[in-house]
Structures are given as C-alpha cells and as structure tokens.
C-alpha cells in the first residue's frame, strides 16, 4: 500500500524561507513529484526527484531520501502568490500511478 | 497552461442523473489518467489509460467508466450519480517516453450534485 504525510497547514512571511516535509511508505517507487495547486484550480508541476539528493529549480528546491522515505520542498524568497496547497506525490515503479498526500497549504503573510 | 483540455468547465445535475466529462491530452501524450478531489479528501486516482487501453485503476466506483479513444482523447462517465459525487475532477496526461514521464494536468471539471 502506500502512505504518505504532509503537514495540514503551514504559515510564513514574505521574504523567508520556508521548508515542506513530506514522509512516504510505498510498496514500489519510482519517483517523487511536487505539485503546486492553487484553490480551485489545476495543480501545476513544480519538481521531480528520482535519486537521493536536492534538485534546485530557482526559488523552488526539493530533496529526496529514498532510504528514509523523505522528502521536502524548499521555497525561499517568499511571495505572496506562493500561498497555495503543496503536494506531495509518489510514483509507483507499477504503470505510472501517482499517490497524492492530502496537502499543505501554505498561507504567505506580509 | 499545461496544454492539457478538459469540457466542460462546470457541471450542475440532479441525483440519479448521469454525465460524460471530456479530456484532451497533450500533444503527444499517449497516457491519460482521472483524478476526483473533493473538499474534504486529496486527489484521488481513479483510472489510467495507456493508447486506448486501461492501464491501471484506483479507488473507482462500479458507477463510473472511462475510457480513451484511438484520437487519444477520453471520456469519463459518472452515473446514478449521488451528492457526495460533487467534486473537481481533474485529467492528466503523460508521455511515457519522456524521461521524468511528469503528469500534466487539465483545469478541471467542478461538478454538483444536487
């Protein structure tokens, strides 16, 4: 089966940095993605992690260890149109089927 | 705009009733999978299709079916439908033979039940 956790709710300034953790437990993986989904409206691919370590894209960073079933979302610089819901997916290593966490929607204050 | 198209936008029926959703990949992409999202729940995966035939399925109810047609466009089809199907219900396409394979998703279709 698989499991996988997010903080519900988070809240930072604009400006800092702020940091998304998410832990898996999967039967099979093949890759994590994160997503970012502003209210009512499509989610948007932000990252991809298939290997241990931190990929950087920008304002966006992602890290992934496999070993621990972890990883996190890092966002720095914050702008206020960064408030929207994060999510974390895994990839099973069967078909090409993704399994969402619920969220963290992140709310970004002056 | 991820290239990925979904009609219609808004959906509003009767309990008991049902509808057809539709969804176009994007160019090339060969894979198409359905997600429901309610308010109260994650995305939840329904079903895959991979050129025409099903790939995989997830949490999908005996009362829905989907299925992609040789243009590589589907449909998804809810019936008997009941309150608690009121969702955002979103496409996503893929082309398998990329290297990251990333989901790509469609704007949605909200759909009430009432």
């Known amino acids: 089966g698989q499991n996988i956790d997010q903080p519900t709710e988070m809240t930072a300034t604009e400006g800092a940095i702020v940091q998304i953790n998410c832990t898996y437990q999967?039967?099979?993986?093949?890759?994590l993605f994160w997503y970012q989904q502003h209210a009512g409206e499509a989610p948007t691919f932000l990252s991809y992690?298939?290997?241990?370590g931190l990929e950087e894209k920008g304002r966006f960073s992602s890290f992934l260890s496999r070993s621990k079933g972890y990883s996190y979302l890092l966002l720095k610089e914050l702008q206020m149109k960064d408030s929207a819901s994060y999510l974390c997916?895994?990839?099973?290593?069967?078909?090409?089927?993704?399994?969402f966490g619920t969220g963290t929607s992140l709310t970004v204050i002056p | 705009d991820s290239g990925v198209t979904q009609t219609p936008k808004h959906l509003i029926t009767a309990t008991g009733q049902r509808v057809t959703l539709r969804c176009s990949p994007r160019?090339?992409?060969?894979?198409v999978y359905w997600y429901q999202q309610s308010l109260d729940q994650g995305l939840q995966f329904l079903i895959q299709?991979?050129?025409?035939?099903?790939?995989a399925k997830g949490n999908i109810l005996e009362r829905f079916s989907a299925q992609q047609f040789p243009d590589l466009h589907s449909e998804l089809n809810l019936s008997s439908l009941e309150l608690g199907d009121s969702a955002l219900y979103f496409c996503?396409?893929?082309?398998?033979?990329?290297?990251?394979?990333?989901?790509?998703f469609g704007p949605g279709t909200r759909l009430t039940v009432l």
């Open positions: 299709y991979y050129n025409g035939e099903e790939r």
């Open positions: 992690n298939v290997l241990d």
């Open positions: 999967t039967s099979g993986f093949n890759g």
């Open positions: 996503a396409s893929s082309d398998p033979g990329a290297s990251t394979d990333t989901q790509y």
């Open positions: 997916a895994v990839r099973s290593n069967t078909g090409n089927q993704f399994y």
């Open positions: 160019s090339g992409d060969l894979s």
